[in-house]
């Protein structure tokens, strides 16, 4: 069975099928691989106005973002946030950048939950972090960490609601994570890109609100998943002034400063709300629900909050599989290989497309699983569960 990634090659297997698609330009694809939310109608672009694209912005942001920001999480968490607890960033990968190597020292140890966006932990290995991995279960969480701790851990990673399966730290959880790192001395980052979106009561819990001293606490988020807008690059941290004034001037010093054109659209969305984009994800979040169920010898944790399904397939080469269902039907997947710190047969199902998009992607995941199948049926190279 013919195989189109290679673990050998510099780029992620997503990737490389993003590749293989851009190869075949007359052929119909369905593209079942990324989970930024998508709006019904298309984001208006603001008009472009001269100072923004003839200036460098600040390096830490334009007031009237760090302004809407602040307005943004105030709101949303009554926390006491002000302009000069924000830095606006390059995305929120960047902000991540910006944090894990301020706190870096030779040895350092970074405690992170699992399982990872496999690009998160691509930064802290080329950061020169070693990787410790604990348990998303909130039962045994802190439990773990107490094990795990060592003089030599910077920081300790969190994401909420979390990649891939969907689980949003309980109020209880945060407030003893936080008291865990404050009695420590040592950082904790909350990373809650997808903070928007919850489901069935479930509420997002910020760290901030934990403590007034946030000498050792970070969040990051972005526009890119909260507000469907990923081309903007527009990403914030928020933490205690004195840290983001040494962040600022690690971004001023390989950046300068962020797209001030990206900076206004992205306060012109802030502005606008993305209550219209919560409820088209909640109600495609159901539907993705309704038919899930529908499938056989499918495994899957029902998400809290986030924007995908992380769905594992009876298959056990779950790479060749994508392959295959890229090739014979045109079916594109993000699977366990987008992922560090977990091993299995996964692949992420989004929530973020139209129900027509959804529902024929499901249609040919069924048809793929069943040709896979009879195919391996005799043949040992990939074998079925």
Request: glycine letters at 6%; hydrophobic letters at 40%; aromatic letters at 10%.
């Amino acid at each position: 069975m013919l195989r189109i990634t290679s673990q050998n090659s510099p780029y992620t297997l997503l990737q490389q099928r993003l590749q293989y698609i851009a190869l075949h330009p007359d052929r119909p694809f369905t593209i079942l691989i990324e989970n930024v939310p998508q709006w019904d109608t298309p984001i208006q672009p603001v008009a472009s106005k001269q100072p923004y694209i003839c200036e460098y912005a600040p390096c830490n942001g334009y007031d009237f973002l760090l302004h809407g920001l602040k307005e943004r999480d105030q709101s949303k968490y009554q926390s006491n946030v002000q302009n000069e607890n924000i830095l606006v960033t390059n995305g929120a990968m960047h902000a991540l950048s910006l944090i894990f190597r301020s706190l870096y020292k030779p040895g350092g140890i970074a405690l992170v939950q699992a399982p990872v966006l496999g690009n998160i932990a691509d930064i802290l290995k080329a950061s020169g972090y070693q990787m410790v991995y604990f348990s998303s279960d909130q039962t045994e969480m802190l439990g773990q960490l107490e094990q795990l701790y060592t003089d030599d851990v910077r920081f300790i990673y969190v994401n909420t609601p979390h990649n891939p399966f969907g689980g949003i730290l309980s109020e209880s959880v945060v407030n003893q994570l936080v008291s865990f790192a404050q009695d420590r001395q040592v950082a904790l980052i909350a990373d809650m890109i997808y903070d928007s979106y919850t489901f069935e009561g479930n509420l997002t819990h910020s760290p901030l609100v934990a403590s007034t001293d946030w000498q050792h606490l970070y969040t990051v988020n972005s526009m890119s998943k909260n507000y469907g807008a990923p081309g903007l690059r527009i990403g914030w941290i928020t933490s205690d002034a004195e840290n983001i004034k040494k962040l600022s001037g690690l971004c001023e010093a390989e950046c300068v400063a962020i797209s001030g054109l990206s900076q206004l659209q992205a306060y012109d969305l802030i502005q606008k709300g993305n209550d219209e984009l919560v409820e088209i994800i909640r109600h495609r979040k159901a539907y993705v629900e309704q038919q899930l169920t529908k499938m056989e010898n499918i495994q899957y944790t029902i998400p809290a909050g986030g924007t995908q399904f992380f769905v594992k397939l009876p298959v056990d080469d779950i790479d060749l599989f994508a392959d295959f269902v890229l090739i014979a039907y045109g079916l594109a997947l993000t699977t366990t290989s987008n992922y560090d710190g977990i091993e299995g047969s996964y692949i992420r199902v989004p929530i973020i497309h139209s129900v027509e998009m959804i529902e024929k992607a499901l249609e040919l995941l069924v048809k793929g699983m069943e040709e896979f199948g009879r195919l391996c049926s005799s043949d040992s190279v990939c074998n079925v569960n």
